[in-house]
C-alpha cells in the first residue's frame, strides 16, 4: 500500500467552516482539541448533500455528528445516518439527524470512524468500545472508510501506542477454545474482557463476548494472521480493520491536521 501524509497548517490556516474551532481552541485540552479538529475536517471533506453516511462509535465520532447536525442546519444538507451500534443510534436521534439502515442503503457514500490505532500502513485497530462487529460491517458497504483520531493513536506499528490488545468477538461457548488456540499459535496472552458496570464478562449489542489478545510484538503479517484467525470456528470477527481505511484524519497538539492516505 502506497502511503502519504500530508500535514496541515495550524487551525489560524484551516478553511473557513473550521473558524470556529480555532475561538474554543484553548476552552479544551490539546487531546479533546485534537480529536474535533480532525472530526471536523472530515466532515467537512466527506460529508455531500444527498448522501448515506455511516457513523462511527466513540469519543471522537462525538465531535463528527457534532459538526455533521451544524451543518445540514446551517445548510439544510439531506443526509442518512447509518449507526455502527447502540451509541451511534442515539447519538444520531440526539442530534436530530436522519436514521436509516442497510436493509434500506447497503452502499453508503462514505464512513466517519474512529480507531484505536493505526499503523504505517493504515491498519487499524477498532473494538476498544466493543462494536467492532457491526463497524466492519458497516465500513465494508463502502469505498471511503474515513478515519478521525487523535496524535495518541498514530503509530509505525500496531502495539507500539495501543497496549489494551486486539479484540475479537466471539460466540460465548467458544470463548476458552479459542482463546487457548490463538496463544498456541501465535503466543501472547488472550483474555475475556470483564464488565465494570456488571459481575461477567462485557456483552456485545450482538449478545457475543470480547477476547482482547495481548500479542508479540515480534508480529506483523496482519492480513493473514486477520485471516487465520476469522476462520477459527466460533469467531464472530477480529478488531483488525486491513485495507479498508481510504483517509486518516490526525488532530495534532498544536490544532494542526496530519492526513494519510
Given at each position: 500500500?502506497?502511503?502519504?501524509?500530508?500535514?496541515?497548517?495550524?487551525?489560524?490556516?484551516?478553511?473557513?467552516?473550521?473558524?470556529?474551532?480555532?475561538?474554543?481552541?484553548?476552552?479544551?485540552?490539546?487531546?479533546?482539541?485534537?480529536?474535533?479538529?480532525?472530526?471536523?475536517?472530515?466532515?467537512?471533506?466527506?460529508?455531500?448533500?444527498?448522501?448515506?453516511?455511516?457513523?462511527?462509535?466513540?469519543?471522537?465520532?462525538?465531535?463528527?455528528?457534532?459538526?455533521?447536525?451544524?451543518?445540514?442546519?446551517?445548510?439544510?444538507?439531506?443526509?442518512?445516518?447509518?449507526?455502527?451500534?447502540?451509541?451511534?443510534?442515539?447519538l444520531t436521534l440526539n442530534n436530530c439527524l436522519t436514521l436509516g439502515d442497510l436493509e434500506t442503503y447497503p452502499k453508503l457514500d462514505c464512513v466517519i470512524d474512529g480507531a484505536?490505532?493505526?499503523?504505517?500502513?493504515?491498519?487499524?485497530?477498532?473494538?476498544?468500545?466493543?462494536?467492532?462487529?457491526?463497524?466492519?460491517?458497516?465500513?465494508?458497504?463502502?469505498?471511503?472508510?474515513?478515519?478521525?483520531?487523535?496524535?495518541t493513536k498514530n503509530s509505525q506499528k500496531l502495539g507500539e501506542q495501543y497496549k489494551k490488545g486486539i479484540p475479537i468477538e466471539v460466540i460465548p461457548m467458544a470463548y476458552t477454545?479459542?482463546?487457548?488456540?490463538?496463544?498456541?499459535?501465535?503466543?501472547?496472552?488472550?483474555?475475556?474482557?470483564?464488565?465494570?458496570?456488571?459481575?461477567?464478562?462485557?456483552?456485545?449489542?450482538?449478545?457475543?463476548?470480547?477476547?482482547?489478545?495481548?500479542?508479540?510484538?515480534?508480529?506483523?503479517?496482519?492480513?493473514?494472521?486477520?485471516?487465520?484467525?476469522?476462520?477459527?470456528?466460533?469467531?464472530?470477527?477480529?478488531?483488525?480493520?486491513?485495507?479498508?481505511?481510504?483517509?486518516?484524519?490526525?488532530?495534532?497538539?498544536?490544532?494542526?491536521?496530519?492526513?494519510?492516505?
Amino acid at each position: 500500500m502506497v502511503v502519504a501524509t500530508v500535514v496541515h497548517k495550524p487551525i489560524g490556516a484551516l478553511t473557513k467552516s473550521c473558524a470556529s474551532i480555532s475561538r474554543n481552541f484553548l476552552k479544551m485540552g490539546p487531546l479533546e482539541n485534537a480529536k474535533k479538529i480532525a472530526a471536523y475536517k472530515a466532515v467537512d471533506e466527506y460529508v455531500k448533500d444527498n448522501s448515506v453516511i455511516g457513523i462511527g462509535s466513540g469519543s471522537t465520532v462525538i465531535h463528527a455528528v457534532h459538526r455533521l447536525a451544524e451543518r445540514v442546519k446551517e445548510e439544510n444538507l439531506n443526509v442518512i445516518c447509518i449507526p455502527t451500534s447502540f451509541q451511534a443510534r442515539q447519538l444520531t436521534l440526539n442530534n436530530c439527524l436522519t436514521l436509516g439502515d442497510l436493509e434500506t442503503y447497503p452502499k453508503l457514500d462514505c464512513v466517519i470512524d474512529g480507531a484505536d490505532e493505526v499503523d504505517c500502513d493504515m491498519n487499524l485497530i477498532k473494538g476498544g468500545g466493543g462494536c467492532l462487529l457491526q463497524e466492519k460491517i458497516v465500513a465494508s458497504c463502502t469505498n471511503q472508510l474515513v478515519i478521525v483520531a487523535d496524535y495518541t493513536k498514530n503509530s509505525q506499528k500496531l502495539g507500539e501506542q495501543y497496549k489494551k490488545g486486539i479484540p475479537i468477538e466471539v460466540i460465548p461457548m467458544a470463548y476458552t477454545a479459542i482463546q487457548r488456540r490463538i496463544e498456541d499459535n501465535y503466543g501472547g496472552n488472550v483474555k475475556i474482557r470483564m464488565a465494570l458496570a456488571k459481575a461477567g464478562p462485557v456483552v456485545t449489542d450482538n449478545g457475543n463476548f470480547i477476547l482482547d489478545w495481548h500479542f508479540p510484538e515480534a508480529l506483523s503479517n496482519w492480513d493473514q494472521i486477520n485471516t487465520e484467525i476469522s476462520m477459527i470456528p466460533g469467531v464472530v470477527e477480529t478488531g483488525l480493520f486491513i485495507k479498508m481505511a481510504k483517509k486518516i484524519f490526525f488532530g495534532m497538539p498544536d490544532g494542526s491536521v496530519k492526513e494519510q492516505s
